[in-house]
């Protein structure tokens, strides 16, 4: 299977790590969706990625439903059994994507907006969101248990575009969240490799 990613990508990120945790061979193929990839439009006609392109020529995109085909190719190893605890880690999931949403819409602003018409306020109603959900995410760490999850994956990739676009902006009164990505790598030790990246 090929997956159409980008290293700064924290749903790459996500899906990529969950596949490592499997042990479900990846081709990594590198695109730059500014540039249209005819490959990714192809198979993605959102032109966004992550897309996963199976061994029979079917497209899978949004990392959340790559990552619910991940587990069906796994035998179920990537969410929990018991359905409150799936259920918390698909909401953890969800939580971390969001995140995610509101830092790549003030990336977004920055970037292809010109100075003059960038919103402060856009900016600011994001943080408002991303701060609102760190600080609960900093109350309500999820436990590690004996498996990792599908959830934790979203968190550590979350937390990895953070720490790569954002740092020394978010982690201020926030000690147990700042902590968890070194506690994560001690249970998935390619996160280093595998998080976001410039």
């Keep these: 299977m090929k ?29 730059n969706t500014a540039d249209n990839p005819p490959e990714l439009l192809t ?14 020529g079917e497209a899978v995109f949004d990392s959340r439903a790559i990552m619910q ?4 190719l796994g035998d179920g190893k990537l969410y929990p059994k018991k359905d409150h605890k799936r259920t918390e880690a698909e909401v953890l999931e969800a939580l971390s994507d969001g995140i995610c949403d509101c830092l790549l819409a003030i990336v977004y602003e920055k970037r292809f907006r010109p100075p003059e018409l960038v919103s402060q306020a856009a900016m600011e109603r994001q943080w408002e969101k991303i701060n609102r959900s760190l600080d609960h995410l900093d109350k309500n760490l ?22 790569l676009r954002f740092p020394g ?27 976001p990246k410039a």
């Excluded at 999820?142 to 990739?157: D, T, Y």
């Excluded at 982690?171 to 998080?195: H, I, V």
Aim: some cysteine; overall charge positive.
């Design 3 to 31: 997956l159409l990613f980008s290293p700064p990508s924290p749903y790459s990120s996500k899906v990529r790590m969950a596949a490592r945790h499997l042990g479900i061979a990846l081709e990594d193929i590198r695109v």
């Design 69 to 72: 085909h991940l587990n069906r």
């Design 43 to 56: 198979a993605n006609p959102l032109g966004k990625i992550p897309c996963l392109l199976t061994d029979e």
């Design 169 to 195: 902006e978010w982690e201020q009164g926030r000690a147990a969240l700042t902590e968890w990505p070194s506690e994560f790598a001690k249970r998935f030790e390619p996160y280093p490799a595998l998080r």
């Design 142 to 163: 999820p436990k590690f248990g004996k498996k990792l999850h599908g959830g934790h994956f979203a968190l550590a990739a979350m937390l990895g575009y953070l720490m």
